[in-house]
């Protein structure tokens, strides 16, 4: 669907203007099309790309962010984080080149159509399910505060995931590349739970030492780095605290989901989480709720779905 009759169709769903609801969709495009390349990069054992492209996304982004800060203002956090999604994406896709070429060398258009005919339910699912765990996890909350508190706080929320998510980007990677392989084999073997009760108590260690500093002086930090104005940012990071906590943990291991070929239960569980935020917008309009209580709900409600992903992934 064209991006300007999508942003029409999200802007009439929340209050926000045309051009927030056009750097939305357009953020959820690219980064589809990231994840597709990733998994590719995955499949065809570029673990090279797949890294420098993970950590690329992170920087990207925060550094188009921080520029956005110290030259326009918080209202473009959003649109920042769009622009910088999709040069990461184009980058990715830079890197990616050399390897699409190689298909077309190998194989007949008509070996190529029946390839895709076969892998077409995996892109689907997999595609659909990338730009929906997408959607769940950073666009629909933006939009909400967006439409209920206002771009400030909107922006402030954007730039404190992308800039938590940073600094613990490269961590994640590492293990996930670690554990991910392991996983894999547990799967067929069907120790699944064995495997995670060996690593839980470490990345979760790990977690609470990055994290809880991080937390703890977080209005103080982003107040010397960024600005006395900005150090509330670090009580959105607060409030959020619960999410980065869980994915950090249970991250690695839900990739057994997908060993599992369960790419419709995470598309299920992504959806409901949709739900869920729009059902506790809903109350925080009625009842008039200030936007760090509405917060702390949606991260509530969050880790208990990461408990149940995590449940599922055994």
């Not at 203007?17 to 969709?25: E, I, N, P």
């Not at 590492?174 to 995670?196: C, D, S």
């Not at 569980?269 to 109350?283: E, H, N, Q, Y």
Request: aromatic content about 14%; overall charge positive.
């Amino acid at each position: 669907m064209p991006l300007p009759v999508c942003a029409a169709i999200l802007s009439g769903l929340f209050p926000v203007s045309s051009v927030d609801a056009l750097a939305a969709y357009a953020t959820i495009v690219c980064a589809s099309i990231y994840q597709i390349l990733l998994m590719l990069a995955v499949n065809v054992q570029r673990a090279a790309i797949y890294s420098v492209g993970r950590v690329l996304n992170i920087l990207v982004i925060i550094s188009i962010q921080v520029s956005c800060i110290f030259v326009l203002d918080d209202s473009t956090l959003a649109l920042g984080h769009s622009v910088g999604q999709a040069v990461s994406t184009v980058v990715m896709c830079i890197l990616m080149w050399p390897t699409l070429r190689t298909f077309s060398g190998f194989f007949s258009i008509k070996e190529i159509l029946q390839s895709c005919k076969k892998l077409s339910a995996y892109l689907f699912w997999g595609g659909a399910t990338a730009g929906v765990n997408i959607l769940a996890q950073r666009e629909v909350l933006v939009l909400v505060v967006a439409s209920l508190y206002g771009n400030g706080p909107a922006g402030l929320i954007s730039f404190s995931l992308r800039t938590t998510n940073g600094a613990l980007g490269a961590i994640s990677i590492a293990l996930t590349h670690f554990i991910a392989p392991q996983v894999g084999a547990a799967v067929h073997r069907g120790q699944t739970k064995n495997l995670f009760w060996s690593y839980a108590p470490w990345i979760l260690g790990t977690g609470v030492l990055i994290l809880v500093p991080f937390l703890l002086f977080s209005r103080e930090l982003y107040g010397f780095v960024f600005g006395p104005q900005w150090s509330d940012a670090g009580s959105y990071v607060r409030s959020l605290s619960p999410i980065f906590i869980c994915q950090f943990v249970i991250s690695p291991f839900s990739t057994s989901m997908f060993a599992r070929n369960q790419h419709i239960t995470v598309l299920i569980w992504d959806i409901a989480r949709i739900v869920v935020v729009g059902v506790l917008a809903w109350f925080a309009y009625r009842e008039q709720v200030s936007v760090f209580p509405f917060l702390a709900a949606v991260s509530l409600a969050y880790s208990a779905f990461y408990l149940w992903l995590l449940w599922r992934s055994l």
